[in-house]
């Protein structure tokens, strides 16, 4: 039977997953959302593939600049300076 | 503006190189990158990169700090990228619309009532995720997405924008920069799982 206040559907959890780990679900929605949690180890897991999922993207950055591109600009900003 | 902002923005404007190449280094990879996004080749985007500078040199005496400068450089650099990409026959549409609706996950997984009939499984310890070809995985899927919504993980996720700069470097709502992300993630999200399991 279908309760009155009834539960996110893990369908639903899905959907709003960014919202959530962006903080912008409601204070009620966040308590909807993490009570489901409790109970539900799919759910559980897809919030931890997810927030894997952003860490592994960070792995991506690579801090330098081609050193090539680097000494054409630095040649922009020589032909730039100011006298 | 920031103390530290108005150090650099004035060195700049007094013509220090060392100030430059700090700023050179330290977003210039990141402005390759999302340029890349926008254009069809490397090459392109080294000289989008490289017109962005000039952009901004020549603007710097401008600059008021309304944003920060790091979102003013890139709001200057997806400009030039767009036009770019626009006079090679690529534009790429910002517009996230409900309509267009993208499930995260594959409707088939889930039973009638919203309840996962296929749950996700954990992929086990952090270890398994570090080696070289689930990192291919994860650029692969990025690579594959539609441009706009590569753009804005890319910014977020490697790159380590906020909400806040992402959306005023691309003049974006927040809303719809939230709808992009979430489709970007849930997509390179699935593609690991499909690698994993």
Same mark, same amino acid.
Request: aromatic share 8%; hydrophobic share 40%.
């Given at each position: 039977?279908?309760?009155?206040?009834?539960?996110?559907?893990?369908?639903?959890?899905?959907?709003?997953?960014?919202?959530?780990?962006?903080?912008?679900?409601? %204070?009620?929605?966040?308590?909807?959302?993490?009570?489901?949690?409790?109970?539900?180890?799919?759910?559980?897991?897809?919030?931890?593939?997810?927030?894997?999922?952003?860490?592994?993207?960070g792995?991506?950055?690579?801090?330098?600049?081609?050193?090539?591109?680097?000494?054409?600009?630095?040649v922009?900003?020589?032909?730039?300076?100011? %006298? | 503006?920031?103390?530290?902002?108005?150090?650099?923005?004035?060195? !700049?404007?007094?013509?220090?190189?060392?100030?430059? =190449?700090?700023?050179?280094r330290?977003?210039?990879?990141s402005?390759?990158?999302?340029?890349? *996004?926008?254009?069809?080749?490397?090459?392109?985007?080294?000289?989008?990169? &490289?017109?962005?500078?000039?952009?901004? !040199?020549?603007?710097?005496?401008?600059?008021?700090?309304?944003? /920060?400068?790091?979102?003013?450089?890139?709001?200057? *650099? =997806?400009?030039?990228?767009?036009?770019?990409?626009?006079?090679?026959?690529? =534009?790429?549409?910002?517009?996230? *619309?409900? /309509?267009?609706?993208?499930?995260?996950?594959?409707?088939?997984?889930?039973?009638?009532?919203?309840?996962?009939?296929?749950?996700?499984?954990?992929?086990?310890?952090?270890?398994? !995720? !570090?080696?070289?070809?689930?990192?291919?995985?994860?650029?692969?899927?990025?690579?594959?997405?539609?441009?706009? &919504?590569?753009?804005?993980?890319?910014?977020?996720?490697?790159?380590?924008?906020?909400?806040?700069e992402?959306?005023?470097?691309?003049?974006?709502?927040?809303?719809?920069?939230?709808?992009l992300?979430h489709?970007?993630r849930?997509?390179?999200?699935?593609? *690991?799982?499909?690698?994993?399991?």
């Amino acid at each position: 039977m279908r309760l009155f206040r009834r539960e996110l559907a893990c369908a639903e959890v899905v959907e709003v997953i960014t919202d959530y780990l962006e903080g912008k679900l409601s %204070a009620r929605d966040r308590r909807r959302f993490e009570a489901h949690l409790t109970g539900c180890d799919g759910c559980d897991a897809y919030l931890e593939q997810m927030r894997q999922t952003i860490k592994l993207s960070g792995r991506l950055r690579e801090e330098d600049i081609p050193p090539e591109l680097e000494e054409r600009l630095l040649v922009a900003f020589q032909s730039w300076k100011p %006298a | 503006m920031q103390p530290v902002e108005t150090s650099v923005v004035e060195a !700049l404007r007094a013509g220090d190189e060392a100030a430059f =190449t700090r700023l050179v280094r330290e977003y210039g990879a990141s402005m390759l990158r999302v340029a890349g *996004l926008y254009v069809g080749s490397r090459a392109v985007a080294e000289e989008v990169v &490289q017109e962005a500078w000039v952009a901004v !040199l020549n603007g710097i005496g401008r600059f008021e700090g309304r944003s /920060s400068l790091k979102t003013w450089i890139f709001r200057i *650099l =997806t400009n030039i990228a767009k036009t770019r990409g626009q006079r090679e026959g690529r =534009t790429v549409p910002f517009s996230a *619309l409900a /309509s267009d609706a993208e499930p995260a996950v594959d409707p088939d997984r889930f039973f009638a009532d919203g309840r996962w009939a296929s749950p996700p499984a954990s992929w086990g310890p952090e270890e398994r !995720l !570090l080696g070289d070809e689930t990192q291919a995985v994860v650029d692969a899927a990025i690579a594959a997405l539609p441009p706009s &919504q590569a753009i804005v993980i890319t910014m977020r996720d490697v790159d380590g924008f906020t909400a806040e700069e992402a959306c005023n470097a691309l003049d974006i709502s927040e809303t719809n920069q939230r709808v992009l992300l979430h489709r970007a993630r849930s997509k390179v999200r699935q593609a *690991l799982e499909d690698y994993l399991e």
